[in-house]
């Protein structure tokens, strides 16, 4: 074995347990209304682009693995296409399943990534929106190679927030000072997304993402992260004062703007 990919093993190790620890299958289960109103979508950019760039069509089968209430799904279900989501928390499961009811080419399975229950090769197109970081990239690597077609594409998406401003300097202040296992829910780790695609290149595309938050969608998208305390916790209060003092200042007629970096990862 290489150092290099001994290194990976180590790192996923350490990420299961850590995951074992959080216990992600449940771990956004009371935050499911606020994650469904007030998470932030991805661009509409992103299909087309899909599109034209891997020559992505409707008769293609698309994965989305840990989908979630489903919004990354929604981009491609609107479009015409079907999708399978993968996910393995019963409540943002149901919430996908209630959301997406209109669309008959959506379905869901109580799976996970490392174990999706699909069809060997069957798969056109795999997603992950927002969710890689929850998931053991050595076992799920092994899934996905399994699952996905001779040529298909796997492509990993996160929206960033940005912090190059007043506002959302503030707001990532806020986070980091109340969050709680802030730094377990790190992101995009490109070392590990390299190794993930390897021996293959990746293709990065990047999208311009923007929200107008009122107060209580603001408030609600700050809740709707699983490591910020809820009503209850001895630093609920005084997080709350926090956030409307952060508004206060830097709303324009009642609105905040909340900027993100959606950035796609896949392979070429």
């Given amino acids: 074995m290489s150092l290099q990919g001994g290194a990976f093993l180590c790192h996923s190790t350490l990420m299961l347990s850590q995951l074992e620890a959080l216990h992600p299958t449940t771990r956004f289960s009371n935050r499911v209304e606020n994650y469904v109103k007030y998470r932030p979508s991805y661009p509409a950019q992103i299909v087309p682009f899909l599109e034209e760039h891997i020559g992505l069509g409707k008769d293609q089968r698309i994965a989305d693995i840990g989908s979630g209430t489903g919004i990354f799904s929604e981009l491609f279900l609107g479009k015409g296409y079907s999708v399978v989501g993968i996910e393995p928390n019963a409540d943002m499961r149901m919430a996908a399943d209630h959301h997406l009811s209109r669309f008959t080419g959506f379905s869901s399975m109580d799976q996970r990534a490392e174990d999706t229950g699909l069809d060997s090769q069957s798969i056109d197109l795999i997603t992950v929106a927002q969710a890689f970081h929850w998931m053991d990239p050595g076992p799920t690597k092994m899934e996905f190679n399994r699952i996905l077609k001779p040529g298909g594409h796997i492509l990993l998406a996160w929206n960033l927030r940005l912090h190059h401003t007043p506002f959302l300097e503030g707001y990532e202040t806020l ?61 609920y209060d005084n997080m709350i004062s926090e956030l409307v003092r952060l508004f206060v200042s830097f709303n324009e007629n009642g609105l905040v703007k909340m900027e993100f970096e959606t950035k796609l990862y896949m392979n070429s």
């Fill in 175 to 235: 986070k980091q000072r109340f969050g709680i296992d802030y730094k377990l829910t790190k992101r995009a780790d490109e070392a590990v997304i390299q190794e993930f695609f390897s021996p293959g290149t990746i293709h990065i595309q990047n999208f311009s993402n923007v929200q107008w938050l009122d107060f209580d969608a603001l408030k609600g998208q700050l809740l709707s992260a699983s490591y910020i305390p809820l009503p209850g916790h001895p630093s």
